[in-house]
Structure formats: C-alpha cells, structure tokens
C-alpha cells in the first residue's frame, strides 16, 4: 500500500490590504520532501501523522511538500499555483497510490481562485484515479465548500479552539483512510449550513457542551466522523459560513438527520457564542481593578489586532494606552516591527535607546509610538510553545519602556500562544500584573491556566470585531447577521 501525503496552508482575509506573495511561504513553512522537522506541526499534523504511522501501519509513505505562511491577504495566484504544481508533480510521481492525505487549512483565497482547496482537491482526484482514498485534514476556520465535500472520501476538522486536538484529528483522519482503503467502511458525507458568519471559542460553555456531545456521538450507530466547520469571519467567498459535517459509515439519511439536528443547535447558539468584547481603556480598567492585590496577570486580549485572523499585529493602541496611565507591571506582545527589532538587535541587549514601535503597516495600525526603553533581550529565531510543539516568532526583542510597559517585538507576525513568548525575550509573564496578548483565542489554552482572569478587547485592529462592519461581496445572502432572514438548510 502506497499512500502521498501533502500540505498547503493559509488562512486568507480578503479584507487585509497586504498580499500574501510566495516570500511569505518561502520564510515560514516550504519544507520539501524529507524536511518536515521531526515534532508535529499545527499545519501539517495529518501529514506528520501519517509519516509516522507508516511503518506501524504497514504502508509506503511518499512525501510531498509541506507549505504554510502566517494569516494575511489574498494569496498571489503565481505563489497558489507554484505550490499547487509543485504538490502535484510529487504526486504524479508517486503513482500507482491508494491514498492520499492532505493537511490543508482550508481557508485560502488567490487572485482568481476563491476555493483554492477545492482547486487543488479536484487536480488530486484526476492525478491519483477514482480508486484511491483522499483524506483530507482541516482547520475548523475552513470554508467547507461543496466542491471539495464531492471530490475528497474523508474531512476531519480540528475540534478545538484553541486548536489544542491537531495530532488527535490527524490520527483519526488515518484511522479512517486506512479503514476506507482496506474496505472495511463505505464513507457518505451530509452537510448542514447553518447560514451564519460567527466564532466559536471551545474552552467555555455553551460551546463546550456542543463539542463534547458530538464527540459523544463518534464511534455509535455508524457515525465515523463529525466536524464543525466554524468558517473564517474574515474571509469572503461564496460559501463563508458555519456548516456541519457528518460522515456515517453506509447511514446517509441518519448522517442526514444528524447534521441537520446539530446544526440546528448552533443555529440556536447565534448571539452566544462569544464572551463579551470591551473597548480597550474599559478593558484596561477592569483589568487593573482586578489586578489589585491579585498574585496572578490579568490577560487582555487584543482580539481586533491578532495575526492569527490576518491582522498586522502592530496596533500601538494599547502599548500607549498603558504608557499614558504608567501602568508598571504590564507587558503586550508579540507587536510585529522588523524595523525595530534590528535597531534594538543593533543596540544590544542592556542597551537603553528611543525607539519608534508599531504603527506601520496599514491603515488600522494606528499611529507609531515614541518610547524611551531599555533592551532586555535579543533573540535570533525566537520561539513560544502551543500544545507541546514550538511555534516559530522569528527574531524577536524584549523591551521595558521607562514608564514600566514590557513590550515584545517580532520580526514576522505571529499571535500570543505561550505564555514563554514572554519569558523567552526576558519578561517574567507571572511576575505582571496585566498581559496584553495579539490572539483573539489561541493563547487561552496555555495563558488562562498562570492568570487570575482572562479578558477579551475589542478595538481599531484590523480585524473586524462585528463582521458587519466588513464591506462583503461574495458571501452568499441571505446570511447571519448580515440578514435577519437566513435559512438554514442541507448542502449535501
Ligand atoms: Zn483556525
């Protein structure tokens, strides 16, 4: 038995004014066939996955390439279609194959491709022949479009959000690949949209619950999967949007039932998903109050600024905010400004400076801000630690304004996801009163555990916190809460 595996990933927010060119691929994750370092990766788990299982499970691996660059805008079409190929030839090579498996995100968009994953999903199918088994990894932050639900056998979503289950998704995806092509399941998919634009955060209730009911459903009355696709609120084609995804083994119409009985509890769920968003001088208020006498950080997120959706993540918003208040005792990060970071490399750790942070990029940037700050460390190819694994932030600074505001500078844009972001660039996260962190839910898992509350902001990021205020054109009509009149209703 031969199976290929791939991955290509980026989540695209088509209302980010900077294009995501192959530079960015090329500085983040292009690793070719035998360069997939050896921990797994949130973008490529069901890739690594299935390189490890390869000799347990008795079957050739053949690798292909693995591609990822950090959330941004439009995908250039010459960079889509480079990698497309690229990934595709690798296949064409491997053949005779039974399966493939792919870890996509499963949100990109390039100039002239608005279903990038179905694009490529659809050149897999002609490649790799009729016969042959396509399993398919997601984020749950994907546009579950019907084209690419037709073309693959087998889609299994992340759970999580924070998507701590990444390895545990991509063992299920091979359980049932492999199952698939020793004939012993007949996979049938059922989608329900649900005809919302929203976010869905796991670690609290209500969505909790939801998740660990239909983790209670797999495995029972020929249930083999079932994934939610959040969609991404930023990301503008067609079929945006939240859908339900059941995969029964040879159960059509009760995968049917099933989607449609799921999706109605997500339906019922608009409006809650979310915990509440306060304005940022709000934030920090609240965030002091409770700060007051407590041993642990209180964590505000800037959830309007954060990478992780596409946003530049140098918003000096809150870095001002907490100067003008001389606030001692508080830290925000990771604030991208590769300009910076080399002035500060320049000057050396120890060295005290003025610097111009943040502020650059786009319009939702905000102004820079002038500050007098001391170095406190420098580090080449700095990393944090999300769910066991390192997640790059490239090289990166710690600074201490002189009004006691600890800030951490990034070469490339990455969002809060350990709390070591800080202690590795000479930041103590537990000896500060209030964390600021660029995410909007990914640093819960690992930040919620060392604070004493954990608050969400909203603000002029670029990042829209109401997706109304997002100037959509492709996206499907009606839908929530763009419309009040969307209609729920099955896909497939
Ligand atoms: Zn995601």
Redesign the pocket.
């Known amino acids: 038995m031969r199976i290929f595996a791939a991955a290509l990933n980026h989540?695209t927010n088509t209302f980010s004014p900077m294009v995501t060119g192959w530079r960015g691929f090329e500085q983040q994750i292009a690793w070719r066939p035998g360069e997939h370092p050896p921990q797994a990766n949130l973008n490529t788990a069901a890739f690594w996955v299935a390189r490890r299982r390869a000799a347990v499970d008795g079957y050739t691996f053949v690798p292909g390439s693995c591609f990822w660059a950090a959330p941004g805008g439009t995908v250039t079409r010459a960079a889509f279609e480079r990698m497309r190929d690229e990934i595709l030839a690798q296949l064409q090579a491997a053949l005779p194959v039974q399966g493939v498996v792919l870890a996509l995100?499963g949100a990109m968009v390039a100039d002239g491709y608005d279903d990038c994953e179905g694009n490529l999903l659809a050149h897999v199918r002609r490649i790799a022949g009729p016969a042959a088994v396509i399993g398919v990894g997601l984020?749950?932050?994907c546009h579950l479009t019907r084209a690419r639900c037709e073309v693959a056998d087998l889609l299994v979503l992340?759970k999580e959000?924070p998507?701590t289950d990444f390895v545990e998704r991509g063992e299920e995806l091979l359980d049932l690949v492999l199952a698939q092509i020793r004939g012993a399941i007949r996979p049938l998919k059922s989608v329900w949209d649900c005809r919302m634009i929203a976010s869905f955060p796991t670690s609290h209730a209500p969505v909790r619950d939801l998740v660990d009911r239909i983790k209670a459903l797999e495995g029972h009355d020929g249930v083999l999967s079932i994934s939610i696709a959040?969609g991404?609120p930023s990301g503008d084609v067609a079929d945006s949007g939240t859908r339900v995804l059941v995969i029964t083994d040879d159960a059509k119409p009760r995968g049917d039932a099933l989607a449609r009985q799921i999706g109605e509890q997500v339906v019922a769920l608009r409006g809650h998903t979310e915990p509440a968003l306060l304005e940022p001088a709000d934030a920090l208020d609240e965030a002091l109050r409770i700060a007051e006498g407590a041993s642990r950080p209180v964590i505000i997120a800037d959830t309007s600024d954060n990478p992780?959706g596409g946003a530049p993540a140098d918003n000096t918003d809150f870095v001002r905010l907490l100067m003008q208040r001389g606030v001692h005792g508080a830290a925000v990060g990771p604030l991208f400004d590769p300009v910076a970071v080399q002035l500060a490399f320049d000057a050396g750790a120890g060295a005290h400076l003025r610097l111009r942070l943040g502020g650059k990029l786009c319009w939702a940037s905000g102004q820079p801000v002038d500050a007098e700050v001391q170095v406190l460390a420098c580090v080449r190819q700095a990393q944090q630690t999300f769910a066991g694994t390192p997640v790059p932030l490239g090289d990166a600074v710690g600074l201490r304004t002189a009004e006691g505001v600890g800030v951490v500078l990034s070469s490339s844009a990455h969002q809060a996801m350990g709390p070591d972001l800080f202690a590795n660039l000479g930041i103590d996260p537990t000896r500060e009163r209030v964390l600021v962190v660029k995410s909007k839910q990914h640093f819960q898992a690992a930040f919620e555990p060392i604070s004493q509350a954990v608050l969400y902001a909203t603000g002029n990021g670029l990042l829209a916190t109401d997706c109304r205020r997002y100037p959509w054109r492709k996206v499907r009509r009606p839908i929530w809460p763009l419309d009040e009149a969307a209609v729920p209703g099955p896909v497939m």
């Open positions: 989540e995100h984020d749950p932050h992340f959000y998507h959040h991404f992780g």
